[in-house]
């Protein structure tokens, strides 16, 4: 049989669990004769092996609610198309301004050539006019030094230079990467920002974000949601201890969160990695008592399989 | 929006009395916030699984795409008449999405494996033959999916990465059978002459049976 030509039901069952022993034998049979099923099996079951569970996963699954929220947020009506309309408006707004900037430059220009100013003098009030109005030109070093003769004109730099941590420091920290920094986040942002931090591997911006988190808005649902994640993130770090207390906080919070499975999933982690081998058999039976078709029971069955 | 998706009189009896998760897609393509917790929630595995199918299960991208899954899935729940499950079909966006994904970063998929082999399962470890075996079939089939043209490529990623009939392709893309069989057949031969070309590949094929 050439390839293409057989609908493969039984390569199919198969790779579901689902074969008789009787089917097994006739799958056995056809598989002699069927390249089209060899190839099927052999390159399909390749796909089926890439199914495990990672601790991560619960972060994962915290992060896709979190992009379904986003979704809910936004006007579905509205979709990209206003966007890109908001964004012609910009660049023709950009537009318009740089005409007239180009327009008073040159204009500028011309009456500069006609009055003929000396150059020195527009340089120097164009500095100053930077200076006073650029915290940042400001506070790049001074090139005129201490012992200048024109001690007067000093003033002015040193007034800047006084001011300008005050109105820089908001921009240098808005620039800056720590994710700290940013003022008066809500606890939506917080979460994010550091799932964000964790999927950019900065693990201690992480930590940091999610025990902001919690400290800030210590009852709020992403506080609690954070918990199952943060374990996660402690139990990739090594810190089971904490990881478990992350996840223990979660169960504890209420019943039938969201998240409950996955955060049996990570205590059950934690507690194999602490060598506490009958709670972590109590906490698998539990999962898979609760919740037998969540996608952590494989894992769960084939740990209390080799538990100690 | 919501008016596309199937009234419970509309549904096929079998899928009404199978598919517990479409009254709750039903409610999230009306934008009820817990209706599309619980849907996510729900289907959040099966995606994540299925994109980690096709990108691998240490592709930097992973968490990025999974969203993007999700975000497609909310989208794509307005088109959804109940032709499959809402499971197949959240696992059928997942898997269009990371194909998608994984042709805009074609050149880095190259590594992926690489960390996969080093990373990947605790438990029944497979041997490093198997497992190297394993993801050359993978590959092999990735590289020939971005090629085909996308019907081709989609019935044939259905049946080879998910593991769906030719029945469940065509109810969960709406094409008749023997157009999805048509499919498939074009796909299988594609995929027969990559593997002669590809002696070493072949032999791997070989090997395994």
């Known amino acids: 049989m050439s390839a293409g030509d057989c609908r493969a039901e039984l390569v199919l069952a198969e790779r579901r669990g689902k074969l008789s022993s009787v089917q097994r034998i006739a799958l056995g049979n056809h598989l002699r004769v069927c390249e089209s099923c060899r190839i099927l099996r052999s390159h399909g079951s390749a796909f089926d092996e890439v199914e495990g569970f990672e601790p991560s996963d619960a972060h994962r699954l915290d992060s896709m609610i979190s992009a379904s929220e986003r979704w809910l947020e936004q006007p ?15 660049v023709f707004l950009a537009a318009i301004l740089f005409g007239t900037a180009a327009a008073a430059t040159t204009a500028g220009l011309v009456v500069r050539s006609l009055t003929r100013v000396p150059s020195t003098a ?51 920290r808005a620039r800056s990467n720590d994710p700290l920094a940013r003022p008066s986040q809500t606890a939506p942002q917080l979460l994010q920002q550091a799932n964000s931090a964790r999927r950019s591997g900065d693990s201690a911006g992480a930590v940091r974000l999610f025990q902001k988190l919690q400290q800030t808005f210590p009852t709020s649902r992403e506080a609690k949601l954070s918990m199952v994640g943060f374990g996660s993130l402690l139990l990739e770090q090594g810190q089971s201890a904490a990881a478990l207390a992350q996840f223990n906080r979660y169960l504890a919070s209420s019943s039938g969160q969201n998240l409950t ?40 069955r084939k740990r209390l399989g080799t538990a100690d | 929006m919501a008016n596309a998706l199937p009234s419970s009189g509309d549904v096929p009896s079998v899928i009404r009395r199978t598919d517990e998760l479409l009254a709750v897609a039903r409610e999230a393509a009306q934008g009820s916030p817990p209706a599309v917790r619980a849907l996510v929630l729900q289907v959040g595995p099966a995606v994540l699984a299925t994109v980690r ?36 079909f959240a696992r059928r966006i997942a898997l269009l999405t990371a194909l998608a994904a994984r042709r805009k970063h074609a050149n880095r998929l190259k590594y992926l494996n690489v960390v996969w ?93």
Not at chain 1, 76 to 90: F, G, L, Q, W, Y
Not at chain 2, 60 to 82: E, H, N, S, T, Y
Not at chain 2, 126 to 137: D, E, F, N, V, Y
């Open chain 2, 53 to 88: 199918k096709v990108l691998g299960s240490s592709h930097a991208d992973l968490d990025d795409v999974a969203q993007d899954a999700v975000i497609a899935l909310l989208d794509a729940l307005g088109r959804f008449r109940g032709e499959s499950s809402v499971m197949t």
């Open chain 1, 261 to 300: 499975a996955e955060a049996l999933y990570g205590k059950g982690r934690a507690l194999s990695r602490l060598g506490r081998s009958s709670e972590e058999r109590a906490t698998w039976a539990q999962l898979i008592h609760r919740f037998p078709s969540s996608p952590y029971v494989s894992y769960a």
């Open chain 1, 76 to 90: 579905r009506a509205i979709a990209r198309r206003p966007a890109s309309k908001r964004a012609s408006r910009v």
């Open chain 1, 122 to 172: 527009v340089s120097t009030q164009a500095v100053e006019a930077r200076a006073a109005h650029s915290p940042i030109q400001s506070s790049a070093p001074n090139p005129v030094g201490p012992n200048d003769a024109t001690v007067g004109e000093s003033e002015t730099p040193s007034k800047v230079t006084q001011l300008a941590p005050a109105q820089g420091e908001p921009r240098a």
């Open chain 2, 117 to 209: 082999l080093e990373t990947n399962h605790e438990l029944d470890e497979p041997s490093p033959q198997t497992i190297l075996a394993a993801k050359r079939r993978r590959e092999t089939m990735l590289r020939l999916l971005d090629e085909l043209p996308e019907p081709t490529a989609e019935a044939l990623a259905l049946h080879f990465v998910l593991g769906m009939t030719v029945e469940e392709i065509a109810e969960s893309t709406d094409a008749p059978e023997n157009t999805v069989w048509s499919r498939l057949r074009l796909g299988k031969q594609a995929l027969r002459r990559r593997l002669c070309a590809n002696s070493r590949t072949a032999n791997l094929l070989e090997e395994a049976e």
